[in-house]
């Protein structure tokens, strides 16, 4: 962080308001000639004064200029807009004045200004973190996932945690060497907001940013962009002993195919209220499905309740499964009226009983739940769920149970609805602060782009069981947008999108982008990002 002060001072022209030879008087009212000032050149030596103070500024705003940095992936990025046409009243000096860094400090501020990447960050933390990173997307994590999860009713709030770890015995000298203070994280404010998180209001306070009014490029979008199988999105940690064993062992431990004995001899067990209750090995029942002809392979999405736009907790991939109604009419169908069907993993048999899972679907869903042992045409490695997978469509990523052993129908009544948490909605008590999700993804904080030569936005939208029809891009902080209807699309698939746009002059763009859903849903939570446009992209 910047140690220098510089001593500002104020320059009275009084001389050029004087007219030229104009002499003092003593008290007679007699001119005296020793006393009077000479302001000849009045005018050259008030500009040169006024020359001398741009160029000390001049100096100043190169000192305080935005930090060009080289990530790690080569990437240039500015994380500060250049205030190339700030000329302000009170401005007066050429190309503007470094209100940005000067006043406002603005490189040192954010979590930007130590962190490179946020997910680094949580990948490599000594306690293990949820996996809410997707390299493979290139998602760009910002406070704003962190604050989906540390809310102040989840007993991890946000300020809590984060105060400790950066003022704590651990960190704390570490954040205080490198100059780190409450400033460096929040924005005090005289308008009763109190100390809000920089991150959340720079741009609203930033000059540079360029606003463009109906911003517009070329869009097009799809449904069958398709992630890797090997970087399919994976819900590691949080759900279970299993999920937790290869978090900390790390997936590069566990990417190998377990042998296929152990894949062929997984027992399937369908239970409870059906008429002819049986247990299965998987590989007898993937034969029999393909010979009856009842096999499916498909697109389809696994997205996560708590991906906040930005998020990368979101994956479109070819599936390979059996639907669980043949499964069900394998056993005889149910012997009674039955409210739904809980999942069955593994880890959840106790003294050779079967218990649940802490999810199931009710009997509407059945159509949309298949037992998949193939994704991207592979078997399934131990992330994904090895050697099988419950796959819900239509539903958050939470109902996807690992290692599954099997289906209970059942009469009871659970709570299905909360189960099947299409979107988070604050448990019911607010609106949904990620349905519809649209995401941007590839664009870091200030990525340098080209002036005058166009630049392709791209990224997702998903609103879970809801169908996308329409996307809206702004550049002028939402004062106006520009629309997009992409017509009837597939819930089931998310709607991966491009947005070409061409910036006409340097500076600073950022792009905010929402979605609409089939029933009027609109995001509130409009992910923000920001490029630097610059006519040499070296400097």
Same mark, same amino acid.
């Given at each position: 962080?910047?140690?220098?002060?510089?001593?500002?001072?104020?320059v009275?022209?009084?001389?050029?308001?004087?007219?030229?030879?104009?002499a003092q008087?003593?008290?007679?009212?007699?001119?005296?000639?020793?006393?009077?000032?000479?302001?000849?050149?009045?005018?050259?030596?008030?500009?040169?004064?006024?020359?001398?103070?741009?160029?000390?500024?001049?100096?100043?705003?190169?000192?305080?200029?935005?930090?060009?940095?080289?990530?790690?992936?080569?990437?240039?990025?500015?994380?500060?807009?250049?205030?190339?046409?700030?000329?302000h009243?009170?401005?007066?000096?050429?190309?503007?004045?470094?209100?940005?860094?000067?006043?406002?400090?603005a490189?040192?501020?954010?979590?930007?200004a130590?962190?490179?990447?946020?997910?680094?960050?949580l990948?490599?933390?000594?306690?293990?973190?949820?996996?809410?990173?997707?390299?493979?997307?290139g998602s760009?994590?910002?406070?704003?996932?962190?604050?989906?999860?540390?809310?102040?009713?989840?007993?991890?709030?946000?300020?809590?945690?984060?105060?400790?770890v950066?003022?704590?015995?651990?960190?704390?000298?570490?954040?205080?060497?490198?100059?780190?203070?409450?400033?460096s994280c929040?924005?005090?404010?005289?308008?009763?907001?109190?100390?809000?998180? &920089?991150?959340e209001?720079? +741009? /609203? %306070? #930033?000059?540079? =940013?360029?606003?463009?009014?109906?911003?517009?490029g !070329?869009?097009?979008?799809?449904?069958?962009?398709?992630?890797?199988?090997?970087?399919?999105?994976?819900?590691? &940690?949080?759900h279970?002993? +299993? /999920? %937790? #064993?290869?978090? =900390?062992?790390?997936?590069?431990?566990?990417?190998? !195919?377990?042998?296929?004995?152990?894949?062929?001899?997984?027992?399937?067990?369908?239970?409870?209220?059906?008429?002819?209750?049986?247990?299965?090995?998987?590989?007898?029942?993937?034969?029999?499905?393909?010979?009856?002809?009842?096999?499916?392979?498909?697109l389809?999405?696994?997205?996560?309740?708590?991906?906040?736009?930005?998020?990368?907790?979101?994956?479109?991939?070819?599936?390979?499964?059996?639907?669980?109604?043949?499964?069900?009419?394998?056993g005889?169908?149910?012997?009674?009226?039955?409210?739904?069907?809980?999942?069955?993993?593994?880890?959840?048999?106790?003294?050779?009983?079967?218990?649940?899972?802490?999810?199931?679907?009710?009997?509407?869903?059945?159509?949309?739940?298949?037992?998949v042992?193939?994704?991207?045409?592979?078997?399934?490695?131990?992330?994904?769920?090895?050697?099988?997978?419950?796959?819900?469509?239509?539903?958050?990523?939470?109902?996807?149970?690992?290692?599954?052993?099997?289906?209970?129908?059942?009469?009871?009544?659970?709570?299905?609805?909360?189960w099947?948490?299409?979107?988070?909605?604050?448990?019911?008590?607010?609106?949904?602060i990620?349905?519809?999700?649209?995401?941007v993804?590839?664009?870091?904080?200030?990525?340098?782009?080209?002036?005058?030569?166009?630049?392709?936005?791209?990224?997702?939208?998903?609103?879970?069981?809801?169908?996308?029809?329409?996307?809206?891009?702004?550049?002028?902080?939402?004062?106006?947008?520009?629309?997009?209807?992409?017509?009837?699309?597939?819930?089931?698939q998310?709607?991966?999108?491009?947005?070409?746009?061409t910036?006409?002059?340097?500076?600073?763009?950022?792009?905010?982008?929402?979605?609409?859903?089939?029933?009027?849903?609109?995001?509130?939570?409009?992910?923000?990002?920001m490029?630097?446009?610059?006519?040499?992209?070296?400097?």
């Amino acid at each position: 962080m910047r140690k220098k002060f510089v001593w500002m001072t104020a320059v009275l022209l009084a001389g050029s308001f004087l007219a030229v030879g104009c002499a003092q008087q003593n008290p007679a009212g007699e001119s005296d000639a020793s006393a009077e000032p000479q302001y000849a050149n009045s005018i050259e030596e008030a500009e040169a004064v006024l020359a001398k103070e741009n160029e000390r500024w001049q100096e100043i705003n190169k000192e305080y200029a935005p930090e060009i940095r080289t990530l790690e992936d080569g990437t240039k990025v500015q994380r500060t807009p250049s205030e190339y046409q700030c000329y302000h009243w009170n401005r007066p000096y050429e190309k503007g004045t470094s209100y940005n860094n000067y006043f406002l400090d603005a490189d040192n501020r954010g979590c930007g200004a130590c962190h490179e990447d946020l997910g680094d960050a949580l990948s490599n933390m000594e306690y293990a973190h949820p996996t809410v990173w997707n390299d493979a997307l290139g998602s760009k994590l910002t406070v704003d996932q962190c604050m989906l999860c540390h809310s102040d009713d989840d007993g991890y709030e946000m300020g809590t945690v984060m105060h400790a770890v950066h003022y704590g015995e651990r960190n704390g000298t570490n954040f205080e060497d490198r100059g780190g203070k409450c400033i460096s994280c929040h924005n005090i404010t005289e308008n009763g907001n109190g100390a809000e998180l &920089w991150d959340e209001v720079k +741009y /609203d %306070h #930033l000059d540079g =940013i360029v606003k463009v009014k109906d911003v517009q490029g !070329e869009f097009k979008f799809d449904q069958d962009t398709t992630t890797a199988p090997e970087d399919m999105f994976t819900y590691d &940690w949080i759900h279970s002993n +299993y /999920d %937790h #064993l290869i978090h =900390i062992m790390g997936k590069n431990v566990l990417d190998a !195919e377990l042998p296929q004995d152990f894949v062929d001899n997984w027992e399937v067990t369908i239970n409870g209220l059906v008429n002819k209750p049986y247990t299965a090995k998987l590989a007898d029942l993937i034969a029999e499905a393909e010979r009856a002809g009842v096999t499916v392979t498909k697109l389809s999405k696994i997205h996560c309740v708590d991906n906040m736009p930005g998020g990368g907790g979101i994956s479109n991939v070819e599936i390979t499964g059996i639907p669980l109604n043949w499964l069900i009419e394998k056993g005889g169908g149910a012997s009674k009226d039955i409210t739904g069907v809980l999942f069955d993993r593994r880890e959840f048999r106790t003294n050779g009983e079967m218990t649940h899972s802490n999810r199931g679907v009710p009997e509407a869903s059945f159509d949309n739940v298949y037992l998949v042992y193939e994704i991207g045409g592979k078997r399934l490695d131990p992330s994904q769920g090895s050697p099988c997978i419950n796959w819900v469509e239509g539903c958050d990523a939470q109902s996807f149970v690992k290692q599954c052993m099997g289906y209970t129908l059942t009469d009871e009544e659970k709570p299905w609805s909360d189960w099947m948490m299409n979107g988070f909605n604050t448990y019911g008590e607010g609106p949904y602060i990620n349905k519809p999700n649209a995401t941007v993804l590839k664009v870091p904080e200030g990525m340098i782009i080209e002036t005058g030569k166009p630049f392709t936005f791209e990224g997702y939208a998903d609103a879970y069981d809801e169908a996308v029809t329409k996307l809206e891009f702004s550049m002028d902080n939402g004062k106006t947008w520009t629309a997009y209807d992409l017509g009837q699309t597939d819930p089931r698939q998310w709607v991966y999108w491009h947005y070409t746009w061409t910036p006409e002059t340097d500076g600073s763009y950022v792009l905010t982008v929402r979605g609409t859903t089939e029933t009027g849903l609109v995001s509130v939570n409009n992910q923000k990002v920001m490029v630097t446009a610059k006519s040499n992209v070296e400097g």
